[in-house]
């Protein structure tokens, strides 16, 4: 019986979704934090800083919660990340048909570890103790996921062409580009505002970043939802398959499998279209 082998599919959504609620409820969790002990001013923050940096709050008795945070989030993000490369590589959803395909595919998921390194890092090199490598990590953290996206989308791109009929691909490539230019935008807004002393305007600039990084991971459940619809699909199929030939109905092949037929007729069940 073929349904408890294709089960292991119907929950790989799920890891996005680990990801995106851990990361939001870590920085909700800070922000929150930092508000009840009414806006304190921490070491690591500028003298004419009021409000206070993600890794202002994160250098001081919150940097557990901000290191395990930043692990669960890269951790199930990259799982995610891994799941879908695997999906396309095996069929279960488009797969990548060009070279050029494979190639954005390869250079997503290196960029993707290369921003995955950075957020843990800049975790551990707090901003207090290590502020130059803590700046360092923070740019690779941001740059490595934005150029991830970037070669995501471009691969994307390419596999519309072929797989025209699915919505989903054009959902993701256009979130994930949406993604990219607002990131970006406000990525320059972040630094200009750094480097001019403009702490305050930089802090906000920086906790709107960080949360519209959540929206990135969401992408990626739209990504593996299709997978899950599809197992599901399937499994329905193989219990009505079984059904039919437990009760005499149905018509078992050479490989053990039944075919669908019922009563002798050409009513077929038919396992669904991958994504």
Known sequence: MAVPGILKYAFIWILPLVSALTWLGMLLTMLVVWEVEGHP????????????????????????????????????????????????????????LGTAEKVLSALSVAFAVAGTAGLILLSIFDTLHHPRLHDGFLLLFIAGYVISAIFVCAEYQRLGIHFREHFILRFSFWAKLTFILVEIALAIVFASTMFTKQQNVAA?????????????????????????????????????????????????????????TVNGANAHYKTPRNF
């Open 41 to 96: 001013h921490y070491a690591s923050m500028s003298a004419n800083q009021d409000i206070a940096y993600i890794s202002d709050i994160g250098a001081q008795g919150l940097k557990p919660l901000f290191i395990a945070g930043c692990c669960v989030t890269t951790v199930f993000l990259d799982l995610s990340f891994a799941s879908e490369r695997w999906l396309r590589h095996t069929g279960r959803l488009a797969k990548n």
């Open 204 to 260: 906000v600039f920086e906790w709107v970043i960080a949360l519209i990084f959540t929206f990135y991971v969401l992408t990626f459940f739209v990504d593996l939802l299709p997978a899950a619809r599809d197992t599901q699909m399937r499994t329905n199929v193989e219990r009505l398959h079984m059904r039919d030939v437990e009760n005499g109905n149905g018509h078992i092949n050479g490989n053990g499998v039944s075919d669908g």
